[in-house]
């Protein structure tokens, strides 16, 4: 389906009707118009000064010229999960599942996302960093109305354009307030799970309001929902017709917030005091048993050996109970990110650098990927593989990697961007790296990765030459950037909402 002939389904009264300011449907498509008016244009302005060694492309239809049939895809993400906490890392989490993929095919030392759930799936469906679109601010709110811009090309529209079945399940977080942001509309032939970001794992909801779709339509069903998502993704396997191929999308939302499994996922993990601790195992295990499910159904298909399957997590663990969602959390926070400073919603490593693998029998090289990797990389080296062509889409931040992947090369990557939205920034070159928390107070600290992967010992005050240039970088990014959305979003939901009143009868208590 094409930027052009998209079609808009008519939105059944589900989430975005009850949702509290998305009720005016006339003012809050005005509203959105007029942002992405606004959005456009920086777009267009930011499309003009992208500098060419970001936007690498590859040759269409690559991967057929060199006589590969296209492979499968089945690309796998987890929501929050610790950089170790997967066996191949040394848990004590069971991830049998995973740590045979890790063993088998690739692990990537030095994979990168955005901090958080929104940004970094943008990153990977787009090839392109969220600054350019609006979404480098925190996540999509639930009353929040916007979504990732209409007119960015979407990875599985390419795939689709290539001859792939595409399907997405589990969840979106892409936008929900306007069907026009929904999976089926944005390139997915199918869509099951959530479109918000956080849904209780049992009653499938956000805010008491129910988030669970086929397709387009709502759906009532009972069940874990992780749970949901493995079989699910099993049964697209197994229906697939094997005339095309097939790319299938599925994130999970193990282990995010709020903490619940299974009991008998719970009962494996009875060792483990800490209840936090226990449910979290208890979801990492289930999304394990679930890519289980999904290897089984392609090796009984014969599908096994011409699918690439990619596994991360979307961000790092959370370490600080502000970035844990809306759900009440008591007691500690159960991710470990290893080695890695803080976590999930800061520009640390803690945050941004992820548990992956790649994994292709016989086409990828068992063992360890050096280098840097970025999530945006994902789109050109997935359109290189299947034959797919690049053009539609706007000029790209990510890199092919096929190349240095398929032959166990170290990533050709000498650079990237953690992020830059209004209150801070964060690039890395070579082996430095700059945080710069920009609002006031400032900060700024520059840590060597190469020889302190924990960024324990701030060198800013030793190296102002460097901290200048890559504050240099920041800035002209700073200077590229689309407004954020979310910032642009919460300020009209403000101004828009009720006068908040004091209840009169409390002055009869106050006495004269
Ligand atoms: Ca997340």
Redesign the pocket.
């Known amino acids: 389906m094409s930027l052009s002939d998209r079609r808009h389904a008519d939105a059944p009264a589900a989430l975005g009707a009850a949702t509290p300011g998305t009720t005016d449907a006339h003012k809050t498509r005005k509203g959105l118009t007029r942002r992405e008016t606004l959005l456009s244009g920086a777009a267009i302005a930011i499309a003009a000064t992208v500098p060419a060694s970001l936007a690498t492309l590859s040759a269409p239809g690559q991967a057929l010229a060199n006589g590969m049939t296209p492979p499968n895809i089945v690309y796998i993400i987890a929501?929050?999960l610790g950089w170790a906490d997967v066996g191949f890392h040394g848990s004590d989490i069971q991830t049998p599942n995973l740590d045979k993929l890790a063993e088998t095919g690739a692990r990537f030392e030095e994979f990168y996302t955005q901090p958080?759930?929104t940004p970094?799936r943008a990153a990977f469906l787009t090839g392109r960093y969220p600054l350019r679109y609006g979404l480098q601010t925190g996540?999509i709110p639930s009353p929040g109305s916007y979504g990732l811009a209409l007119d960015e090309v979407l990875l599985p529209e390419v795939m689709k354009d290539a001859g792939y079945k595409t399907a997405l399940v589990g969840k979106w977080h892409l936008g929900h307030a306007k069907v026009d942001y929904w999976p089926k509309q944005r390139g997915f032939d199918s869509f099951y799970g959530a479109l918000v970001?956080e849904i209780d794992h049992f009653k499938h909801s956000s805010h008491g309001v129910k988030d669970w779709y086929r397709d387009n339509a709502p759906l009532e069903e009972t069940g874990f929902d992780n749970s949901l998502f493995g079989d699910e993704a099993a049964r697209v396997v197994e229906r697939h017709d094997p005339a095309s191929p097939l790319f299938l999308y599925l994130a999970f939302t193990a282990p995010?917030t709020p903490f619940q499994a299974p009991e008998d996922y719970l009962d494996r993990y009875k060792h483990i005091a800490d209840e936090n601790r226990r449910a979290y195992a208890a979801m990492i295990s289930v999304l394990d048993d679930g890519i289980g499910k999904v290897v089984a159904a392609l090796e009984k298909r014969g599908m096994r050996d011409n699918t690439l399957i990619v596994f991360h997590?979307?961000?790092g663990g959370v370490r600080s109970s502000l970035f844990a969602g809306d759900s009440k959390v008591g007691g500690g926070l159960p991710a470990d990110n290893g080695p890695y400073r803080d976590g999930?919603g800061t520009l640390y490593e803690g945050g941004t650098r992820v548990a992956a693998l790649a994994n292709w029998p016989g086409r990828i090289k068992p063992g360890k990927v050096a280098g840097m990797v970025h999530v945006v990389d994902m789109f050109p080296t997935l359109v290189a593989i299947a034959g797919a062509a690049l053009g539609k889409n706007k000029p790209l931040d990510g890199m092919n990697l096929w190349p240095a992947l398929s032959e166990g090369q170290p990533s050709p990557r000498k650079e990237l961007v953690y992020n830059v939205d209004p209150l801070a920034g964060a690039v890395r070159k070579d082996n430095w790296k700059l945080v710069w928390k920009a609002s006031l107070p400032p900060k700024l600290e520059l840590f060597d990765l190469s020889a302190d992967p924990s960024e324990a010992i701030d060198l800013a005050a030793k190296d102002t030459d460097k901290v200048r240039e890559l504050q240099d970088w920041i800035t002209r990014l700073a200077g590229e950037m689309a407004p954020p959305l979310l910032i642009l979003d919460a300020v009209r939901l403000t101004f828009q909402a009720p006068p908040v009143t004091a209840d009169p009868s409390a002055l009869f208590n106050l006495g004269d």
């Open positions: 929501d929050d958080m759930c970094t996540v970001g995010h997590s979307d961000n999930k």
